[in-house]
């Protein structure tokens, strides 16, 4: 059977736009844009972000990366950690230290390059490599991690050592690091809500469907009230999340604030997604806990749109500071 082409969703088009190209279109120089952009929007390189690291999730804040200023270049330090594309791509953004002891504004942007871990797969597509693209020396990506969900999606260590990184590859204003990539996260959490939702359309569909088919007790299981209370209810939420998405993406797209809409999309769709891939899986029964059925991956994958790019807990500290601020206000 061919599944929908949601239920196939990875995080991979939405890293590659949202987290590594965006911020080369919104803070970079002309040149920058020149140079990067065409080959990332082309899909001739895959794009990656990295802010994350061992010590520095949720809070981006305490990035320990270093850049050290040595005149026409910078020296960088460090390792990012769950980026996406660390290991296929060719073009990331990443945050470093270049002024210790001050905090967020400390924090500065750079674009740096590398090879793709699959020149010898890239070279027979024809795609995903850029042999005339200078390569930033000392930047390196470490083990694939195997994840419980998303497992078509390449998620690495993106590791700094003596990485010569040229001035001109300053992206943004010194200090200004952290606040761009928020501004960026900003715009990738419309991204993941639209993911989310879709894998909780997926769910759905899958359930709807198999209810009408599957019987129990001489009659379809979709006749008992029990699993058409939770139809309707997975019916009713992907209405609301669908609402709160397309507002968000509304609201950016005529350049109206947008924080708290997207850190909304974002939290209720991605929870979303966890419980409506649960409820599937229940509705299947046994077979739902099989790899005979899609339900199960989709349950995997739904998780991690809980924790990437802001965990719930961040989302709702983030609405909850807008809401405060326009109380004040």
Request: with cysteine; glycine share 12%; hydrophobic share 40%.
């Amino acid at each position: 059977m061919r599944w929908p082409r949601w239920t196939r969703a990875t995080p991979s088009p939405s890293a590659h736009t949202n987290l590594g190209t965006s911020p080369i279109v919104e803070f970079g120089t002309e040149e920058q844009k020149r140079r990067y952009v065409p080959l990332l929007a082309s899909g001739q390189v895959l794009g990656g972000f990295g802010l994350t690291e061992p010590g520095a999730g949720s809070d981006a804040g305490s990035t320990a990366t270093t850049a050290v200023d040595r005149g026409d270049h910078y020296v960088i330090n460090g390792s990012k950690i769950f980026i996406t594309h660390a290991g296929v791509g060719e073009v990331f953004v990443a945050t470093a230290r270049t002024e210790p002891g001050n905090g967020n504004k400390g924090i500065t942007s750079f674009i740096v390059t590398k090879d793709t871990v699959d020149l010898d797969k890239c070279g027979k597509l024809g795609i995903g490599h850029a042999p005339d693209l200078p390569k930033t020396r000392g930047v390196r990506a470490g083990k694939k991690q195997e994840k419980m969900g998303w497992r078509a999606s390449d998620t690495r260590e993106l590791v700094f050592e003596d990485a010569v990184v040229p001035k001109e590859n300053l992206l943004g204003k010194p200090g200004y690091g952290f606040i761009n990539f928020l501004k960026t996260l900003d715009a990738g959490r419309i991204g993941i809500a639209a993911l989310s939702l879709g894998i909780a359309e997926g769910a759905y569909e899958q359930a709807l469907h198999y209810a009408g088919v599957r019987k129990q007790f001489g009659r379809p299981i979709a006749s008992f009230q029990a699993v058409s209370f939770q139809l309707a209810d997975m019916a009713l939420e992907i209405e609301a999340g669908t609402h709160l998405l397309y507002h968000a993406a509304w609201l950016k797209q005529n350049g109206k604030p947008f924080k708290k809409e997207a850190a909304m999309a974002k939290l209720f769709c991605s929870e979303l997604a966890m419980r409506t891939t649960t409820q599937a899986v229940q509705i299947f029964g046994g077979y739902g806990y099989t790899t005979e059925y899609p339900v199960e991956r989709m349950m995997r994958d739904a998780k991690v749109c809980e924790i990437g790019e802001g965990t719930s807990e961040i989302q709702r500290i983030v609405i909850g500071r807008q809401i405060l601020g326009e109380l004040v206000d």
